[in-house]
T-cell receptor
Framework: KNEVEQSPQNLTAQEGEFITINCSYSVGISALHWLQQHPGGGIVSLFMLSSGKKKHGRLIATINIQEKHSSLHITASHPRDSAVYICAFKYNNNDMRFGAGTRLTVKP | NAGVTQTPKFQVLKTGQSMTLQCAQDMNHNSMYWYRQDPGMGLRLIYYSASEGTTDKGEVPNGYNVSRLNKREFSLRLESAAPSQTSVYFC?????????FGSGTRLTVV
């Protein structure tokens, strides 16, 4: 069983392209996180959102709680955006459920 | 301000050996977590500590033990390593819904 599914698993883009990564989940949640895992392994939190849309620089995250779906968009992609992007949600007070990640490679 | 610090970054063990992964956070967070990350799978919770002095099992606790030494430190111990424990391990801490992760430990058991 996989409560959270991400697509695509791997994505290669040319610099400047618009990127979309999708996340679907099967349980009711109150908020969803988007995380970025750098090639060196470190994980940083990009967004936490519970409704609508959030924007930070060239990154935009949207969520539709009723449809159990979230997307992460990157505008004007750059090679430094190359990373693994992970969606996750709070499963209970002490655990989260993580997607397997989308590996993005942006070529110059 | 270091955030969450994990050591070591890399380790190779022989089957049956033991080792302890160390984690420390300087953000005064109450909760700390140990996750493992395997190819094609999301991070899975091994153990967590909701506060100093308490620890609880997560989704995949078998083969591991933990110690919450104080509010800052949360260690993960493998008593008798097995090849199935080859993975990347992450320590995390959070307060309410904010999470900070360590840089990970890549462990290989041969």
């Amino acid at each position: 069983k996989n409560e959270v599914e991400q697509s695509p698993q791997n994505l290669t883009a040319q610099e400047g392209e618009f990127i979309t990564i999708n996340c679907s989940y099967s349980v009711g949640i109150s908020a969803l996180h988007w995380l970025q895992q750098h090639p060196g392994g470190g994980i940083v939190s990009l967004f936490m959102l519970s409704s609508g849309k959030k924007k930070h620089g060239r990154l935009i995250a949207t969520i539709n709680i009723q449809e159990k779906h979230s997307s992460l968009h990157i505008t004007a992609s750059h090679p430094r955006d190359s990373a693994v992007y992970i969606c996750a949600f709070k499963y209970n007070n002490n655990d989260m459920r993580f997607g397997a990640g989308t590996r993005l490679t942006v070529k110059p | 301000n270091a955030g969450v610090t994990q050591t070591p970054k890399f380790q190779v063990l022989k089957t049956g050996q033991s080792m302890t992964l160390q984690c420390a956070q300087d953000m005064n967070h109450n909760s700390m977590y140990w996750y493992r990350q395997d190819p094609g799978m999301g991070l899975r919770l091994i153990y967590y500590s909701a506060s100093e002095g308490t620890t609880d099992k997560g989704e995949v606790p078998n083969g591991y033990n933990v110690s919450r030494l104080n509010k800052r430190e949360f260690s993960l111990r493998l008593e008798s390593a097995a090849p199935s424990q080859t993975s990347v391990y992450f320590c995390a801490s959070s307060i309410q819904r904010l999470a900070a992760f360590g840089s990970g430990t890549r462990l290989t058991v041969v």
